[in-house]
């Protein structure tokens, strides 16, 4: 049993060695799903680049998509636009210093994409950051402190609270003389 262990164990480090090269040798771009429908999120797999970055084009995303990587495989996400009809589409790769170095194609299916009460996919990538904070960094915080009447009111509350203590505490020692 143990030696069966060994063997499999054995077959699958060498099937992992082997794999990067057998990929590498085949230069192309897979998508995942292999035929999306109009409005779905895709991921691609680009090989035949040595560098870490390349771009992907194609009339099948909403935008051209941004791919890193390294060892060869370069990989991205985009969306099939919802208006986009059913059909195959070219899906060039530039990397290396080269345009359209590796090509592919994707094959878009009909229907099946979001539901009618989905929003619609985004035109193009959306330039976001800070996390709603932007307006904060124009915003002087001197202007937008408590003002004078704000502590005019801290003031008086803190002061009615300091005289209700007072009164608290004079009835209980006015009280705890009278028991004894």
């Known amino acids: 049993m143990r030696s069966l262990r060994i063997t499999l164990c054995a077959g699958a480090v060498v099937a992992a060695a082997l794999a990067p090269a057998a990929y590498a040798a085949d230069a192309g771009v897979w998508v995942t799903p292999a035929s999306p429908a109009p409005g779905s999120d895709i991921q691609l797999r680009a090989t035949g680049c040595a560098g ?4 992907a084009k194609s009339a ?4 051209d998509v941004q791919l890193t990587g390294k060892d060869g495989a370069l990989v991205g996400d985009s969306r099939v636009p919802t208006s986009l009809k059913p059909g ?18 994707v094959t878009v299916a009909a ?3 979001p ?6 996919s985004p035109v193009a990538p959306v330039h976001a950051g800070g996390g709603g904070t932007a307006h904060l960094a124009l915003v002087d915080a001197r202007e937008t402190g408590p003002g004078t009447r704000q502590a005019v009111i ?3 509350l803190a002061s009615v609270a300091a005289v209700a203590v007072a009164v608290r505490s004079a009835r209980r020692s006015r009280h705890g003389d009278a028991r004894d």
């Not at 870490?52 to 771009?55: E, F, L, P």
């Not at 899906?91 to 345009?99: P, Q």
């Open 154 to 156: 801290g003031l008086v």
């Open 115 to 120: 539901s009618p009460s989905a929003p619609a």
């Open 52 to 55: 870490q970055t390349g771009t």
């Open 111 to 113: 229907g099946g994409g």
């Open 60 to 63: 099948a995303f909403v935008a």
């Open 88 to 105: 195959t589409y070219d899906i060039k790769v530039s990397c290396d210093g080269y345009d359209d170095k590796v090509k592919g194609t």
